[in-house]
């Protein structure tokens, strides 16, 4: 049935291309997550030292001591 026009085209080569392409995407996915790529790890997607502070004083993650205490560390160079 699937042997004569485009569907033998199809099941066949096709589908090898697909599978292809599939294992191509998947290894490159595989490589960059292994490797650490992608904006959102390292550093935090571009954003100041100070930023960040300043975002996990706002959760609450640090006590006023300890944010006044790391930005004037961060700060001391400027």
């Known amino acids: 049935m699937?042997?004569?026009g485009w569907g033998g085209m199809?099941?066949?080569g096709g589908?090898?291309?697909v599978f292809m392409l599939i294992v191509i995407v998947?290894?490159?996915l595989l490589v960059?997550?292994?490797a650490g790529?992608?904006?959102a790890s390292g550093t935090g997607g571009g954003r100041s030292a100070i930023d960040i502070l300043k975002d996990r004083y706002a959760r609450?993650?640090?006590d006023t001591?300890?944010?006044n205490e790391r930005k004037k560390t961060l700060t001391a160079g400027d």
């Open 2 to 4: 699937w042997s004569d």
């Open 37 to 39: 790529g992608g904006t």
């Open 26 to 28: 998947a290894v490159v």
């Open 32 to 34: 960059r997550g292994l």
């Open 65 to 67: 001591e300890e944010y």
């Open 15 to 17: 589908m090898m291309v």
């Open 10 to 12: 199809f099941m066949g």
């Open 60 to 62: 609450g993650e640090i």
